[in-house]
T-cell receptor
């Protein structure tokens, strides 16, 4: 089976750092994606990890540990516009481009 | 920029009606996907297609069918809409499987209400 767990909701303050965790148990593994989704809008791609380690992209970084089935998304210097849902998705080895999504973490950034 | 468009942002239908949701992408992507998104359940894959006239069932295909007659267009069909199909429907597309880093690009979604 496929199982992806994320916290349902997190809150943080503008300018702070927040880490959103994702753990997964899937039939295979061929990459992990993070998406951002603002309310009422389409998910947009943030990051991709397939090897262990940290991928940095501006204020956002994503980390992967395949042996632990664990990833996190790190958001630095939080801005109000970062208030959104963050979706973790795994591409199992089988099913090529098919993705399995977690339920998403809703992040609320306050002034 | 990749553009994925969906025919309607909001749709209200009655139980038993046949419903068509259309999705068009303009980047010559081979793969196209239909998801539904519900609170607490996340994005769930209904059907996907990796080529014209090809389709594969996703995790929740019951009550749905799809059609892909042209590469750029992928249609989701609810043969007889039911109230439990009230949801946000998202279409996505991506390049071929050879590109492992390829992400999926999503349309704006159609919020369907079945009364």
């Amino acid at each position: 089976g496929q199982n992806i767990d994320q916290p349902t909701e997190m809150t943080a303050t503008e300018g702070a750092i927040v880490q959103i965790n994702c753990t997964y148990q899937t039939s295979g593994f061929n990459g992990l994606f993070w998406y951002q989704q603002h309310a009422g809008e389409a998910p947009t791609f943030l990051s991709y990890n397939v090897l262990d380690g940290l991928e940095e992209k501006g204020r956002f970084s994503s980390f992967l540990s395949r042996s632990k089935g664990y990833s996190y998304l790190l958001l630095k210097e939080l801005q109000m516009k970062d208030s959104a849902s963050y979706l973790c998705a795994v591409r199992p080895y089988t099913g090529f481009q098919k993705l399995v999504f977690g339920t998403g973490t809703r992040l609320l950034v306050s002034p | 920029d990749v553009k994925v468009t969906q025919s309607s942002r909001y749709l209200v239908k009655r139980t038993g009606e046949k419903v068509f949701l259309e999705c068009v992408q303009d980047m010559d992507h081979e793969n196209m996907f239909w998801y539904r998104q519900d609170p607490g359940l996340g994005l769930r894959l209904i059907y996907f297609s990796y080529d014209v006239k090809m389709k594969e069932k996703g995790d929740i295909p019951e009550g749905y069918s799809v059609s892909r007659e042209k590469k750029e267009r992928f249609s989701l069909i609810l043969e007889s809409a039911s109230t439990n199909q009230t949801s946000m429907y998202l279409c996505a597309s991506s390049l071929a499987l050879a590109h492992s880093t390829d992400t999926q690009y999503f349309g704006p979604g159609t919020r369907l209400t079945v009364l």
